[in-house]
């Protein structure tokens, strides 16, 4: 099986995401989905040298979005426990 240099998540990269706060989070979703877009625009003209960068952009969205959940929960706890 063939190694791609960046397909999961460093460990590193995933426990500073972790450490982000909720609009910290939503701002890098925001800027994941971005270049999700622009990595689909270039698949569809044929110009997309690594189609594997589809794979690692769309996992690196599923992780922030479970850390603003996973967040969203804890707050959501706090409150109801107040």
Known sequence: MPSYKGLNMKIKERESLKKNSIEELKSELRSSKEKMFGLKF?????????????????????????????????????????
């Open 42 to 82: 270039k698949k569809a003209s044929g110009s997309l040298p690594n189609p594997v960068e589809l794979r690692i952009i769309r996992h690196r969205i599923a992780t922030i979005k479970t850390f603003i959940r996973q967040k969203e929960a804890v707050n959501e706890d706090s409150s109801n426990k107040k």
